[in-house]
């Protein structure tokens, strides 16, 4: 049984379709990378894998089961979300807790575990400040904790790395990797840096428009073309997705993104 097994998935937004008709397998214990430029689906397709967006048609199953059973699959994935979810006003230690409740884990695997994800995470020290204290990566470390508190087979993480600084982007690397392999979850994760995609995934799909343009191992689809001498990742991105920006950066996407989810059309 594939970890995930998605068929014609499909969401539309004000008729336009942000994913179009996907269908792709992902292997159990698979590392695999969602690359494309801002807007392509990444986050909509993750959204609904992990049963927080209904699809509008088309369908997948996370370990056989269906999406459309949220509760069943909820208890098999993690999810570290693009936008920060912490509750500031509580510590580390008061975040996780409340997510085990959520999760109803029993009260003494809810304490081993969150000494555990703390451990993982090198925040053991710091669990008991709040949160509005953490700098950004203390913050997205602990995000990514929480997503493993309740000890998911498959971990969606929309860029767990944004922002950060190379040192946090490289232990975070390590985590994911190591998860990977020691504990065989399964690993989606969405990132805009290439060289955090070739380094950890084993297989990636590039997204644009909503469709998967291209999939393969880094090296298949580096050597899948031609015309550039020893081509990066970045190059294959360039190659399939091509020049024209497709969306605005910084504050403004923000804004553009709020006004969306109000039903405002660009
Ligand atoms: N709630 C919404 N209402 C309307 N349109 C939406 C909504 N959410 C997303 N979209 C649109 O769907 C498309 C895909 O968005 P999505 O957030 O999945 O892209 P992404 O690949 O994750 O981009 P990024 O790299 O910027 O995070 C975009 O055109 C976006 O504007
Ligand atoms: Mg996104």
Redesign the pocket.
């Known amino acids: 049984m594939d970890a995930i097994e998605i068929e014609n998935l499909t969401?539309n937004?004000?008729g336009?379709a942000?994913?179009d008709s996907i269908n792709l397998r992902i292997k159990q214990a698979e590392l695999f990378g969602?690359l494309?430029?801002?807007?392509?689906?990444?986050?909509?397709?993750?959204?609904m894998l992990s049963t927080i967006l209904k699809p509008s048609s088309g369908n997948a199953k996370i370990n056989g089961i269906n999406i459309s059973y949220q509760n069943s699959v909820r208890k098999l994935i993690g999810i570290v979300f693009?936008d920060p979810s912490l509750d500031d006003e509580l510590t580390g230690m008061e975040n996780l807790t409340f997510h085990s409740k959520l999760y109803h884990m029993p009260h003494e695997l809810s304490k081993k575990r969150i000494n555990d994800v703390l451990k993982l995470v090198d925040l053991e020290g710091k669990s008991k400040m709040l949160v509005k204290t953490y700098s950004g990566g203390m913050k997205r470390r602990l995000e990514i904790a929480r997503g493993l508190l309740h000890h998911p087979k498959i971990l969606f993480l929309?860029?767990p790395t944004l922002g950060l600084d190379p040192q946090t982007r490289r232990h975070i690397w390590e985590y994911i990797k190591k998860l990977n392999k020691e504990e065989k979850i399964t690993i989606i994760l969405?990132t805009?840096y290439m060289e955090e995609a070739d380094y950890l995934c084993k297989r990636i799909a590039i997204?644009d428009h909503?469709k998967i343009v291209a999939l393969g191992t880094p090296k298949k689809l580096k050597s899948s073309i031609s015309s550039v001498k020893k081509p990066t990742l970045e190059d294959v991105f360039i190659w399939y997705t091509g020049h024209a920006i497709?969306?605005y950066e910084g504050p403004e996407?923000d804004n553009?993104?709020f006004r969306?989810?109000l039903?405002w059309k660009?």
Request: charged letters at 25%.
């Open positions: 969401k937004y004000n336009t942000a994913v969602l494309g430029p801002n807007g392509a689906g990444k986050t909509t397709m993750i959204s693009q929309d860029e969405t805009h997204i909503g497709r969306d996407l553009i993104r969306a989810r039903g660009r």
